[in-house]
T-cell receptor
């Protein structure tokens, strides 16, 4: 159990376009999902916490109007990178927590590698 | 001081040896601790979680937690070349000025197991 899928796995887009990434918990319900970004040779940085049915909580320095998060159901959260620029190129990874708080284990999706030309 | 600190490595051990990975954290109130393994270009995979002081064993892996010293470690017995990866320590930390807790990752220790 505890499988998280993410789609697409890789995307290349032109500067100024928007990219949508889906994160699904396949065999459990996740009231909380998390979005991370990882630049090469760096650790994961939490971007935002996504709660089903409510607004996402963004970490300091993350623009909520640029990174739109929607958590429409207990198994699906989406991240939309709006008006992407080359500096947004990164590895975006979602995770889902079983249980009702981030005290519980988080299971990661396989990640989406975004390249903005 | 970083909130979750790990030696970046690389830590090189021969096949069959014990690999010891260490992590210190800053928030004395932390209650949840995790070890993740991340292969190059892949997302992290949960190996161990530990919540109480002492040792927790799962197969070849043993996590050790000492809350008084704010220290958590991971031992890998009978190390295999397939264990070569970056090991991330993650701690549920208090985010300053927010009243929230969130999983905070160390920068990871790269482990190389030599055949």
């Amino acid at each position: 159990g505890a499988v998280v899928s993410q789609h697409p796995s890789r995307v290349i887009c032109k500067s100024g376009t928007s990219v949508k990434i889906e994160c699904r918990s396949l065999d459990f319900q996740a009231t909380t999902m998390f979005w991370y970004r990882q630049f090469p040779k760096q650790s994961l940085m939490l971007m935002a916490t996504s709660n089903e049915g409510s607004k996402a909580t963004y970490e300091q320095g993350v623009e909520k109007d640029k990174f739109l998060i929607n958590h429409a159901s207990l198994t699906l959260s989406t991240l939309t990178v709006t008006s992407a620029h080359p500096e947004d190129s990164s590895f975006y990874i979602c995770s889902a927590a079983r249980g009702d708080s981030s005290y519980n284990e988080q299971f990661f999706g396989p990640g989406t590698r975004l390249t903005v030309l | 001081q970083k909130e979750v600190e790990q030696n970046s490595g690389p830590l090189s051990v021969p096949e069959g040896a014990i690999a010891s990975l260490n992590c210190t954290y800053s928030d004395r109130g932390s209650q949840s601790f995790f070890w993740y393994r991340q292969y190059s270009g892949k997302s992290p995979e949960l190996i161990m979680s530990i919540y109480s002081n002492g040792d927790k064993e799962d197969g070849r892996f043993t996590a050790q937690l000492n809350k008084a010293s704010q220290y958590v470690s991971l031992l890998i017995r009978d190390s295999q070349p397939s264990d070569s990866a970056t090991y991330l320590c993650a701690v549920n930390l208090n985010i300053m000025d927010t009243g929230r807790r969130a999983l905070t990752f160390g920068s990871g220790t790269r482990l190389q197991v030599q055949p």
